[in-house]
């Protein structure tokens, strides 16, 4: 099966945030991306709100409801209490655990699993009982231990952080080296039983590679790169775009 894309609204947001305005819309757009093809939508509630606002979850799940079986809503973040019953209230189909200190600009490394092995342990027991799926960030490391010990807390998926697969868009042979790495971990994750998603810095040109590198790579989650091919592009061609790199008939 292709990858499902999801599409991250965190940079709509940041983009209506530098005006007390009420566009560019991140429902409006969500909701062209969902009609162009997208498998659903992602969002980063950090809490200082400088991306996605708290206000705008309740508004997102209703327009994931009303696109119908299989869409679904991704709220991703670092499990502190506020976090928790942000995802308690709206109620994702799927919640991604990011290890991000509230000062970070950006995702940018997966969970260190050795240390955070009680603190995921509960939180993940915790989303598990309201029926949610979990995904928990790990980088492109294939570290079968730390695998193994994201299996045991009861992770259903990892989210492959790919910040350094993207950043070599000038160095092909390296971008080369990195996907491989990527793809023995996606194959330790697999073989543990564990779902792959992928996500940071994902192209056009970068996502055929890894679509065909790591096989039954379930979804891939993009925000930077498809918002700006959006404004030359246009939302729904650019989602259109990355559904076909993704390799889906669309």
Known sequence: MPAKLSVNLNAIAML???RDLPWPSVTDLGRIALDAGASGLTVHPRPDQRHVRFSDLAPIRAL??????GA???????????????VEEHRPEQVTLVPDDPSQATSDH??????????LGNIVDRLKKLGLRVSVFADGDPDREALTIAREIGADRIELYTGPYGGCYDNPAEGERILETLGETADIAFDL???????HDLTVANLPPLVARIRGLAEVSIGHGLTADALQYGMAETVRRFCRAC???V
Do not use: C, T, Y
């Not at 039983?193 to 996500?199: F, M, P, S």
């Open 16 to 18: 209506r945030n530098r």
């Open 64 to 69: 994931v409801d009303e696109a119908g079986a």
């Open 72 to 86: 679904e809503f991704n709220i991703e973040g670092f499990p502190e209490e506020n976090f928790m019953r942000l």
């Open 110 to 119: 997966g969970w260190d699993f050795r240390k955070s092995h009680n603190l």
């Open 193 to 199: 039983g564990l779902g792959v998603n992928a996500g």
């Open 247 to 249: 390799g889906q008939d």
